[in-house]
């Protein structure tokens, strides 16, 4: 099974900052990686699949990047509406099943 | 609005079984692979099942294998998992999902959730 690590599992950042978060997986996963938002009490939301192209209507200051095993997803401007956790998602292995990282849990200073 | 709707969530004793649902508003459910999600506090969210959209392909998580069934009925734009021998780890929030394929790889990604329906197993 491929496993994904994110860091930080939790964050706190003031509005208008830069923040990034990095999800690692165990093995090659070329660019089948996807960002997910998820708001507390709400379902997982969408942002980036492809591990950098972004959802339709999704903000742009949402960007990701990354192959292989390392990638990275960054907000350039932090907003008081992107408070809740983000979730990679890796689907290489996508027929078999999927996987996700344990989540990186944003605050708002 | 585009929604998928889950119901069929209840609390239920080891070894139980439930059938939960999952219907389609303003999309038509027959055209893709849905998939079953669940998340849970401490394991966080893990892929359960997928079935393609005409039913003739599903796989599991090996979890689950031989106690859970997918299901669809394109004519009731419905999804359906049957979930028996439940056990305590079973327990978490499920949310039924639609498959997003985005190029020719036959991969695809989750563009469209349902709020989830709780299921609790315990005694």
């Known amino acids: 099974d491929i496993q994904l690590t994110q860091s930080p599992s939790f964050l706190s950042a003031s509005v208008g900052d830069r923040v990034t978060f990095t999800c690692r997986a165990s093995?090659?996963?070329?660019?089948?990686l996807a960002w997910y938002q998820q708001k507390p009490g709400k379902a997982p939301k969408l942002l980036i699949y492809?591990?950098?192209t972004l959802q339709r209507g999704v903000p742009s200051r949402f960007s990701g990047s990354g192959s292989g095993t390392e990638f990275t997803l960054t907000i350039s401007s932090l907003q008081p509406e992107d408070l809740g956790t983000y979730y990679c998602?890796?689907?290489?292995?996508?027929?078999?099943?999927?996987?996700f990282g344990g989540g990186t849990k944003v605050e708002i200073k | 609005e585009v929604q998928l709707v889950e119901s069929g969530g209840a609390v239920v004793q080891p070894g139980g079984s439930l059938r939960l649902s999952c219907a389609g508003s303003?999309?038509?459910?027959?055209?893709?692979?849905m998939h079953w999600v669940r998340q849970t506090p401490g394991k966080g969210l893990e892929w359960v099942s997928l079935?393609?959209?005409?039913?003739?392909?599903?796989n599991y998580v090996d979890s689950v294998k031989g106690r859970f069934a997918i299901s669809r009925d394109n004519s009731r734009n419905s999804l359906y998992l049957q979930m028996n021998s439940l056990r305590t780890e079973d327990s978490a929030l499920y949310y039924c999902?639609?498959?997003?394929?985005?190029?020719?790889?036959?991969?695809?990604?989750?563009?469209?959730w349902g709020r989830g329906t709780m299921v609790t197993v315990s005694s």
């Open positions: 079935i393609s959209g005409d039913g003739t392909s599903t």
């Open positions: 999902a639609k498959a997003f394929y985005y190029d020719g790889s036959g991969r695809a990604v989750f563009d469209v």
């Open positions: 998602e890796q689907i290489y292995t996508y027929l078999r099943g999927v996987t």
């Open positions: 093995q090659d996963i070329s660019t089948y």
């Open positions: 492809s591990a950098s």
């Open positions: 303003e999309l038509t459910l027959g055209h893709y692979t």
